[in-house]
């Protein structure tokens, strides 16, 4: 499958600003999407960007799509204890609109 | 609201069982998904099924099966299990087209195979 990398850890302050990166390897992507994982549930879509946006704000979050270096990342401003979660990236692989491929995911530690 | 259903929040069973992970979605989705999701290693696709009676292996689908025979179900056959498949699984389904359609989820089933 693709390549959708993510690094395992992140861990920030109550209030402060939280920022998930995200390298992916297909460059035919067309969607790329960020899931959020409470314990013990499911994914839960939070937000998604076209391939030929750069940017994406939607209230508290902001994603930020650099095409040419196939980088993505979540930026959650006023990070809430509510928000600590996994955090996954996902995209959906441009030649077969089918599937969708996702990072190992982002663990979020907000510390009040 | 939309909905994917798994049948099981939490299984066990023995070595060597047959297993059988159903999942059921109500929103007409074409697609349906199975992953397996570990610490450390994220979301792993199992297989998938684009349509009634099609699928299609993912990235590990050694020591898995699956069965759609209606559009509305998607089922992941464990044939013999093993315990290196104590894992939580995923079902998830979308529309099967070129425009934005995000994947839906179910709730998760975690299976301890002992």
């Known amino acids: 499958g693709e390549d959708v990398e993510q690094s395992l850890f992140l861990s920030v302050r109550e209030g402060d600003s939280s920022v998930i990166n995200c390298t992916y390897t297909d460059s035919s992507s067309t969607y790329l999407y960020w899931y959020k994982q409470e314990p013990g549930a499911g994914l839960q879509l939070l937000t998604y960007i076209f391939s030929n946006m750069d940017m994406k704000q939607d209230q508290r979050l902001t994603v930020l799509l650099n095409k040419k270096d196939k980088h993505l990342s979540l930026r959650i401003a006023d990070t809430q204890t509510g928000d600590s979660a996994i955090y996954f990236c996902a995209e959906r692989a441009g030649y077969n609109f089918n599937k969708f491929y996702f990072g190992s995911g982002t663990k979020l530690n907000v510390k009040p | 609201d939309v909905k994917v259903t798994q049948s099981s929040r939490y299984l066990v069973k023995r070595t060597g069982e047959k297993v059988f992970l159903e999942c059921v979605q109500d929103m007409d989705h074409e697609n349906m998904f199975w992953y397996r999701q570990d610490p450390g290693l994220g979301l792993r696709l199992i297989y998938f099924?684009?349509?009634?009676?099609?699928?299609e292996k993912g990235d590990i689908p050694e020591g898995y099966s699956v069965s759609r025979e209606k559009k509305e179900r998607f089922s992941l056959i464990l044939e013999s299990a093993s315990t290196n498949q104590t894992s939580m699984y995923l079902c998830?389904?979308?529309?099967?087209?070129?425009?934005?359609?995000?994947?839906?989820f179910g709730q998760g089933t975690r299976l301890t195979v002992v």
């Open positions: 998830a389904s979308s529309f099967r087209r070129r425009g934005n359609t995000e994947a839906f």
């Open positions: 099924s684009y349509d009634v009676k099609m699928k």
